[in-house]
């Protein structure tokens, strides 16, 4: 059984032992769940062969489902274009080993970068020192926080996301007439930016139905400390009404603690779009009802955007000339009425 089919057995809550397995189900098959889109039918030019472009790449490792999800799809993504040679630098094991890491890379002139940072503040200065070498970057996700560091910046709405999964909890307490809620929140790592927005999304989400968060405990984007924060969380409160765990990664803990007190009071939100979240919502057999997207999917098409930066060319349905500077991708909430929908795009 591989790694990616254990982690669908404990996220569906299976009768098996969640802590031997917690640690080995953050990881993604790199053969599946890949996103794709040549846009290669129709009249559209772009599609077609044309200028060899060198894209370098870099990620952190893929020890995170959606992190490995990422490489995968940007892997994939070149791999369908005749023209791209895809140039891919280990990131190591933090900012500082990724900063010498495309140092080197730099050095090689590649046409562009597609930088997914360990940390958009502690990377900065890798963006500048590329663009002004001549190499446009596109800056994935963790964002620069000068606009002069990148040519395109493309990431998940995270204040959305956090919008999202409040508005589904107002709405689905309020149908219930709970009047005074006790709403718990499980976010990432805390000091990162785009855990900070998440939770200043949800909770103005939640003040718009005069709600507030009871208990908030951060884990770290991994099962284990999902896990842990749970089960805080579990013992601090003896009654939930709702949760919000910002990420489904770390959710395989979450469920794995919620499975073992056999607390089902409470309905609770994912975040990202995991498939194995994805497949729970729909078998709707567990509190999990609902995630809100952050797709990997934005490394697919970050490496097609890269890929026409590299060739001069724009976007073919916009009537400017060059591809935009910045995309934010929309967060959608997926339940069981649309999960079908999504599945494909789940990592």
């Known amino acids: 059984m591989n790694a990616l089919s254990r982690r669908r057995i404990l996220f569906g809550g299976a009768a098996v032992g969640a802590g031997a397995l917690l640690t080995a189900c953050t990881s993604n098959?790199?053969?599946?769940?890949?996103?794709?889109?040549?846009?290669?039918?129709?009249?559209?030019?772009?599609?077609?062969?044309g200028q060899k472009v060198v894209i370098g790449f870099s990620a952190p490792a893929a020890d995170h489902g959606w992190v490995a999800a990422i490489t995968n799809n940007a892997?994939?993504?070149?791999?369908a274009y005749q023209d791209v040679e895809f140039r891919s630098v280990e990131a190591g094991a933090d900012a500082a080993a990724q900063r010498a890491a495309l140092s080197t890379l730099i050095a090689q002139k590649p046409n562009v970068i597609v930088?997914?940072?360990?940390?958009?503040k502690e990377l900065n200065a890798v963006g500048l020192q590329a663009m002004r070498a001549g190499i446009p970057v596109v800056n994935l996700d963790r964002a620069f926080p000068d606009r002069g560091a990148y040519r395109l910046q493309i990431k998940g709405d995270n204040f959305g996301m956090g919008l999202a999964a409040g508005t589904y909890i107002g709405e689905q307490l309020k149908a219930k007439g709970v009047a005074n809620p006790i709403i718990g929140e499980i976010p990432g790592i805390d000091s990162l930016e785009l855990t900070q927005e998440r939770t200043r999304g949800f909770n103005e989400a939640l003040a718009v139905y005069?709600?507030?968060?009871?208990?908030r405990r951060p884990a770290e984007f991994t099962a284990d400390t999902g896990q842990r924060a749970a089960t805080e969380i579990l013992q601090a409160?003896?009654?939930?009404?709702?949760?919000?765990?910002?990420?489904?990664?770390?959710?395989?803990?979450?469920?794995?603690?919620?499975?073992?007190?056999?607390?089902?009071?409470?309905?609770m939100v994912g975040g990202a779009g995991s498939k194995a979240a994805i497949e729970a919502i729909a078998a709707d057999n567990s509190p999990l009802k609902a995630t809100v997207t952050y797709s990997p999917s934005m490394a697919s098409s970050a490496i097609s955007l890269a890929r026409l930066i590299g060739q001069g060319k724009g976007m073919a349905d916009l009537v400017e000339l060059q591809v935009p500077k910045e995309i934010t991708l929309a967060s959608e909430t997926i339940t069981k009425e649309n999960a079908a929908q999504y599945s494909k795009l789940g990592f």
């Open 29 to 49: 098959d790199p053969g599946e769940n890949t996103q794709i889109n040549t846009n290669a039918g129709g009249d559209n030019k772009n599609a077609a062969p």
């Open 75 to 79: 892997k994939a993504q070149a791999g």
């Open 115 to 120: 930088l997914l940072p360990h940390d958009g």
């Open 210 to 215: 005069g709600f507030k968060v009871a208990n």
């Open 237 to 267: 409160l003896p009654k939930i009404d709702a949760l919000w765990n910002h990420d489904d990664d770390q959710g395989i803990g979450v469920l794995a603690a919620i499975n073992q007190t056999n607390r089902k009071e409470f309905i």
